[in-house]
């Protein structure tokens, strides 16, 4: 690899049918000869959704206190670590969410509207109708700078078609994506696939290729690219080589443990004690870390900036055996005020959570050149598109956004809005920042100022 003076953002490793993008490196701008403005504008900002079902156990979310002297709650508690790092948002609504007069269908809606802040059209048949999500649109601004204009992941399939909730599509039930009013994304679900589209050849021949050979030969992907590899580190200067050396070892270690996943066997019966496609880890944890890993390389290696990221789908009501919750996830939200269901409500919260602080524990170790982490220069927003899951309301909603958009965002704080405030405020704000200069959005109303 003949070396520039300075390293193309597009530069990738190759070798044999397999292409292995490169985290952002000094060499890739004359970031050193730069003033600290300057360095912002060459780090580019990302935007993600995470989105959990069936509402919160809210007393165990909300904090009693406002501004930054705030005590974190026993769910928020998981994140303690980060605390500087997110701002807890109440007072949010999805009014979209609500019925309007379309009777049942809560947690449909609730999902369907969570990117959008449209109100789904009530059908189970092929006239689905719904807005264009936050993610797409924004995509429609800025996708066009990378490999990827976004990505869509998750933890359960996606669906198009069927009746999931009270006469809905299951499409508004497990995709919150959506490109056009009639086009729901569809998310991916195995970990294994998401590595090989960051990671794969150019074409789809070379890449299956390069697939079949690894396999053959038991080699890694990083085998094949070795050279051009050694090539360049011995160009770089030193602060890139470490950069280099450790976004390699993430690659491998991911690599390893996605081909040592367990994989999921089915009962004697043939059926499994809750859907799941085959090809993913069968422990829940280790599926959502491995994806959750597939997340922090894309926005690592800037194939992609925007994505959205499904735990599971809306109304699921899969059980959590992992922390002891045998009862279904859905059955439980209809609590009752039944203690013990409020308890393990509170179980799986935190289980998702943990998820999440994983996720920030990756982002915050990833230094990039304007000397802040990828968590600092990034926007996420986790949350529910449901309050309490008993009542299916769909304000004062569970949002947190983690990340300070590169000093944009004054995190560490608990802001309270009047309640019935749009969460496409939010989201109107957010698209601002990754420069969709959009007047509206959804059923927003203005701006969330208060967050720089």
């Not at 499994?272 to 829940?284: A, F, I, T, W």
């Not at 055996?321 to 039944?338: L, Q, Y």
Request: hydrophobic letters at 35%; proline letters at 4%; one cysteine or more.
């Amino acid at each position: 690899m003949k070396m520039p003076s300075t390293l193309s953002r597009r530069t990738v490793l190759r070798g044999l049918g397999t292409t292995v993008a490169l985290p952002l490196l000094d060499a890739m701008s004359s970031t050193r000869l730069l003033s600290a403005a300057s360095r912002e504008d060459q780090v580019p900002l990302r935007m993600a959704f995470f989105y959990v079902p069936n509402g919160m156990h809210m007393p165990d979310w909300t904090p009693a206190e406002e501004g930054s002297q705030f005590a974190l709650p026993p769910t928020l508690a998981r994140l303690s670590k980060h605390r500087e790092s997110f701002n807890v948002l109440t007072g949010l609504a999805l009014d979209s969410a609500k019925a309007h007069g379309d009777g049942g269908g809560d947690h449909a809606r609730s999902v369907a509207a969570f990117l959008t802040g449209a109100h789904p059209r009530k059908t189970n048949g092929a006239d689905i109708e719904n807005g264009v999500s936050v993610d797409q649109a924004t995509a429609k601004y800025v996708g066009e700078a990378t490999r990827f204009a976004s990505l869509e992941l998750g933890l359960e399939s996606s669906a198009q078609a069927g009746n999931c909730d009270s006469g809905y599509s299951c499409a508004y039930a497990s995709n919150m994506a959506w490109r056009g009013p009639t086009n729901p994304v569809a998310k991916e679900i195995d970990p294994a696939a998401v590595f090989d589209r960051l990671f794969a050849g150019q074409t789809i021949k070379s890449t299956k290729r390069a697939r079949s050979t690894r396999e053959k030969y038991r080699k890694s992907v990083l085998d094949f690219v070795l050279d051009d590899a050694k090539e360049l580190h011995k160009n770089l200067p030193a602060v890139d080589q470490r950069k280099l050396d450790e976004y390699l070892y993430s690659v491998r270690d991911v690599e390893k443990r996605l081909s040592g996943a367990e994989r999921l066997r089915l009962s004697e019966d043939g059926v499994p004690d809750y859907p799941r496609p085959s090809g993913v880890p069968k422990e829940l944890s280790q599926h959502a870390e491995l994806m959750l890993d597939m997340v922090a390389l894309s926005m690592q290696t800037d194939s992609t900036r925007i994505l959205s990221f499904m735990f599971t789908n809306a109304g699921s009501n899969r059980s959590y055996p992992e922390i002891g919750v045998s009862e279904g996830h859905h059955s439980i939200s209809h609590h009752g005020k039944s203690e013990e269901k409020q308890a393990n409500i509170a179980k799986i919260n935190r289980f998702q959570i943990d998820r999440f602080g994983y996720l920030l524990n990756r982002l915050k170790s990833i230094l990039e050149n304007n000397g802040k982490s990828l968590l600092d220069n990034s926007m996420l927003v986790y949350g529910s598109g449901i309050s309490d899951g008993d009542r299916h309301n769909h304000d004062d909603l569970p949002i947190i956004l983690a990340g300070n958009a590169a000093g944009r965002i004054k995190s560490g704080r608990h802001i309270r809005y009047r309640n019935g405030t749009p969460l496409c405020n939010l989201y109107l704000w957010m698209m601002h920042q990754m420069g969709a200069k959009a007047e509206s959005f959804g059923d927003s109303n203005g701006l969330l100022d208060e967050l720089a």
